[in-house]
T-cell receptor, first 110, second 113 residues
Framework: GEDVEQSLFLSVREGDSSVINCTYT??????LYWYKQEPGAGLQLLTY?????DMKQDQRLTVLLNKKDKHLSLRIADTQTGDSAIYFC??????????FGSGTRLQVQP | NAGVMQNPRHLVRRRGQEARLRCSPM?????VYWYRQLPEEGLKFMVY????????ESGMPKERFSAEFPKEGPSILRIQQVVRGDSAAYFC???????????FGPGTRLLVL
């Protein structure tokens, strides 16, 4: 079945760039998403990329998609302490339901 | 435009009791999805509903769990005879049409004692 994998933990210093990686298995994925979850909160949609795109930039966020390798990354420039959270990669196809990774916990040290 | 609303935010039940979780989608959204998040894990799809219809319940446990989305009112996820393993965060998402971006509610955190 479909699978989405992420590394569990990333620690960076404030002001540095963060890169969170994700791999997926479903080659028919139409959209790939990044969601942010703060402690005790719901999921906030950060950005998404359509499968026929290679890159999408939105302010401090850059999403890169390598469809051949089924690899997705989220780069956060100038990481701030407020960026500390769990980041989920998710893929969606015509099946409608999203398949989520287990999340990457980003810790930003001052 | 209010986002997806879920209530209650926290729910405590004893083993064997029933849990009812409610979800009001964003205005103009007629598609609702329920996901479950176990501690330290990602979200797992449970069920997808459109007004008065269950479209996909492939992620729903076969027993004790049911969902509905009536013509009027919120979507309800019902768990009968809860067990400790049901303790989790239950998230609802909505979208205006099928296959469009899903927006999530704040979740209901269920604790079964």
């Amino acid at each position: 079945g479909e699978d989405v994998e992420q590394s569990l933990f990333l620690s960076v210093r404030e002001g540095d760039s963060s890169v969170i990686n994700c791999t997926y298995t479903d080659s028919s994925s139409t959209y790939l998403y990044w969601y942010k979850q703060e402690p005790g909160a719901g999921l906030q949609l950060l950005t998404y990329i359509f499968s026929n795109m290679d890159m999408k930039q939105d302010q401090r966020l850059t999403v890169l998609l390598n469809k051949k390798d089924k690899h997705l990354s989220l780069r956060i420039a100038d990481t701030q302490t407020g960026d500390s959270a769990i980041y989920f990669c998710a893929e969606g196809t015509g099946r409608r339901a999203l398949t989520f990774g287990s999340g990457t916990r980003l810790q930003v040290q001052p | 435009n209010a986002g997806v609303m879920q209530n209650p935010r926290h729910l405590v039940r004893r083993r064997g009791q029933e849990a009812r979780l409610r979800c009001s989608p964003m205005k103009g959204h007629s598609h609702v999805y329920w996901y479950r998040q176990l501690p330290e894990e990602g979200l797992k799809f449970m069920v997808y509903l459109q007004k008065e219809n269950i479209i996909d319940e492939s992620g729903m446990p076969k027993e004790r769990f049911s969902a509905e989305f009536p013509k009027e009112g919120p979507s309800i996820l019902r768990i009968q005879q809860v067990v400790r393993g049901d303790s989790a965060a239950y998230f609802c998402a909505s979208s205006p049409r099928a296959q469009e971006t899903q927006y999530f509610g704040p979740g209901t955190r269920l604790l079964v004692l």
